[in-house]
């Protein structure tokens, strides 16, 4: 029988030191998709090993296979206890506009039950969870532990399959516990059982070989912009459907996303309205998204009265779980081809790609984590989609496919993870930790 009380207690205990080093951690600008913060993520690798090393850890290392540093840590108790690999990562996204932030972003601040600051929620605080988790045990889990921490996840993890690849016996364990994925609402936990996966494309449209003047040529000769933007809103129905023929699409969902709940999460301003059909849990977990998240071209500042002779877009394609990532960029790319107007040349380039995947929650896994996770909330935690993308979740599950997966958080929707004062609420992170150190707990039993 697990002892709840005792277990609250120690990790209660550790959770003031932790919180300084998650603060500390913060103020690193690990930042994986800026070449310039390469010397930061690296940093923010070593910090991680140290804190593993001084719990007594003498199999921890820093691995890289061509992209940024992940910290690999072996915590063995006994050959014939089952061995929890507890992963998180410690790159972080950029900033935006610093002017925007209500506190410096690498300056860790906390306002109520919120600690401000860019990754914070994510995911430097999964991180901390698990070094709380370790530090309650003495460094001696209940159960044999490998602790992945890595550093591109921001970037889709496109190392991390050669990284499992080449350390596989390392990294093999009968569960993968993902503190990345985030909570239904602040005080509810879920544990995440379906993720879309990614395409990142960029879309040149060029008509011109240099600019020209618009009142000269305007009306004869098409600009770029012009046409990139019609070429964009083909993408879309009138609904705001996804228009790209073939992409899968499913409509069920264990449960309901309420439109004033949508509003509040989102930032949704007055009148404007959500966007698709069908279930609104459905348009963001379980059917594809496309976004366009970036233009080049002429800015107002600077522009003039010529027409633009090229113009490029960066489209993020959300890949609903059940298709690849390969056949929504060929679906895709057929698309754009076949739309693009007035014979204007096209270039599309695949980027970042990354699985859907869906997650088997079930069984003496699923009650076990259930136990711990109400144990520790005092609410009994949900299971949901999630919009957004862990690439390396597939990739787990296709190195290990016999293992468990168990995606948990220390994020809810109020975090604002990738965006203007992202933050942390401290209460379910706390609980967070203390649920991690009861389902180990309750593993060994």
Not at 171 to 180: F, G, K, Q, S, T
Not at 255 to 261: C, K, P, R
Not at 422 to 436: I, T
Request: with cysteine; aromatic share 4%.
């Amino acid at each position: 029988m697990v002892d709840v009380a005792a277990i609250g207690e120690r990790v209660r205990a550790v959770l003031p030191g932790v919180l300084d080093d998650l603060v500390h951690l913060v103020s690193i600008p690990s930042i994986s998709s800026q070449p310039e913060h390469a010397g930061d993520v690296a940093a923010a690798a070593d910090t991680v090993l140290g804190h593993l090393k001084v719990l007594g850890c003498d199999r921890a290392r820093i691995v890289q296979s061509g992209g940024q540093p992940a910290v690999i840590a072996h915590f063995d108790v006994a050959p014939e206890l089952p061995t929890v690999c507890l992963y998180a990562h410690l790159d972080i996204q950029p900033t935006g506009d610093v002017a925007q932030w209500t506190t410096e972003p690498f300056s860790a601040t906390q306002r109520g039950d919120r600690l401000y600051g860019r990754g914070t929620a994510d995911d430097k605080a999964g991180v901390a969870a698990h070094l709380a988790v370790l530090r309650a045990f003495d460094g001696k889990p209940p159960v044999n532990v490998v602790v992945l921490i890595e550093g591109e996840e921001e970037l889709g993890s496109p190392t991390l399959a050669r990284i499992l690849a080449e350390n596989r016996d390392d990294l093999e364990a009968d569960l993968y516990v993902i503190a990345d994925c985030g909570n239904w609402a602040a005080g509810i936990p879920a544990f995440t059982t379906t993720l879309r996966g990614v395409v990142d494309c960029l879309v040149e449209v060029r008509t011109l070989e240099h600019a020209v003047h618009s009142g000269q040529f305007g009306g004869a000769v098409p600009d770029a912009l012009t046409t990139l933007c019609r070429l964009l809103a083909t993408l879309h129905d009138e609904q705001g459907n996804v228009a790209v023929a073939g992409l899968v699409a499913r409509e069920d969902t264990p449960v309901e996303y309420l439109e004033a709940t949508l509003r509040a999460e989102s930032g949704l301003l007055d009148g404007v309205q959500p966007i698709g059909s069908g279930p609104l849990a459905a348009r963001t977990w379980t059917k594809p998204a496309i976004s366009v998240i970036g233009l080049d071209t002429t800015s107002i500042a600077d522009s003039s009265n010529t027409l633009i002779p090229s113009a490029k877009a960066r489209l993020s394609v959300r890949v609903a779980p059940g298709d690849t990532a390969e056949h929504a960029w060929r679906c895709l790319k057929e698309h754009l081809e076949s739309h693009v107007e007035w014979g204007a040349q096209l270039t599309v380039t695949s980027k970042e790609r990354a699985e859907p995947c869906v997650i088997e929650l079930s069984g003496d896994l699923a009650e076990q984590a259930n136990w711990a996770w109400r144990a520790a909330y005092g609410v009994e935690p949900l299971q949901i989609g999630t919009g957004g993308t862990i690439g390396m979740i597939a990739e787990f599950q296709r190195a290990f496919p016999d293992a468990g997966v168990l995606g948990t958080a220390v994020a809810d929707p109020d975090s604002r993870m990738h965006g203007i004062d992202e933050s942390l609420y401290l209460p379910d992170w706390e609980a967070a930790c203390l649920a991690e150190a009861l389902l180990l707990a309750e593993l060994a039993e």
